[in-house]
């Protein structure tokens, strides 16, 4: 069965500390990877994505993330966060021949604390 | 510009009325999509229209109807609201093609009392 699992519920962290927050799936067909964040009582904006090519890529904000085949993994990454990037992140699957649809995963609340 | 906008933007309601949320794109996206948010945070696509043709219809309860009058607009109306149906209802734009962003709006929070 096709899945995303965001293995982390919460992540709490100290501003200017990095932070990575974990992202699997499960799929015997292709992918196309996406990150997205909301911000309270927001919608969700795009950080990054990752379609083909070099496995690392930038995202806004300073994040980025790594596609890792073997794993089945997409981990998100930020050096140094600061307390303005406390939000819900979100990793999302589209899987080929899945007509667009992205599969969400469950979210991991980012908490950056002074 | 709102790229994709949504309205209303709260709704409170009582079981069992009907009520619809509009969504507009101005992104000249052809596929356009509903995704409902728990109160859990948990978001899952309910469907999808390509071209003012629907091409992606989860399990949904037939209580929740779809329109798309035209290619920038995909409407959510919802017949005898019960109290499982509060949450946030999203709505989302695309070009065609599965490597293409998904643009979405702010999101109605609905709440049936």
């Known amino acids: 069965a096709q899945s995303v699992t965001q293995l982390d519920s919460q992540v709490p962290v100290f501003e200017e500390a990095p932070v990575e927050l974990r992202c699997n799936y499960s799929?015997?067909?292709?992918?196309?990877l996406f990150w997205y964040v909301q911000y309270p009582n927001q919608g969700l904006q795009l950080l990054l994505k990752?379609?083909?090519?070099?496995?690392l890529v930038k995202g806004i904000n300073g994040f980025e993330a790594e596609f890792n085949k073997s794993q089945t993994s997409f981990h998100l990454r930020k050096p140094s966060v600061h307390i303005s990037d406390t939000a819900e992140y979100f990793c999302a699957v589209k899987f080929s021949g899945g007509y667009n649809k992205l599969i969400f995963g469950a979210g991991t609340r980012l908490a950056v604390h002074p | 510009d709102t790229a994709v906008s949504q309205t209303p933007k709260y709704l409170v309601t009582q079981m069992g009325n009907d009520k619809s949320i509009k969504c507009e794109q101005n992104l000249g996206h052809d596929t356009m999509y509903w995704y409902k948010q728990d109160s859990k945070k948990f978001l899952k696509i309910m469907f999808s229209?390509?071209?003012?043709?629907?091409?992606i219809n989860e399990t949904v309860p037939n209580r929740f109807s779809p329109k798309s009058p035209d290619k920038a607009h995909l409407n959510l109306h919802i017949n005898s609201l019960e109290l499982g149906d509060s949450a946030v209802y999203f709505c989302?734009?695309?070009?065609?093609?599965?490597?293409?962003?998904?643009?979405f709006g702010p999101g109605t929070r609905l709440l049936v009392l």
């Open positions: 989302a734009s695309s070009a065609p093609g599965g490597r293409e962003t998904q643009y």
């Open positions: 990752y379609l083909s090519g070099s496995t």
């Open positions: 229209y390509n071209n003012k043709e629907l091409i």
């Open positions: 799929s015997s067909v292709s992918v196309y």
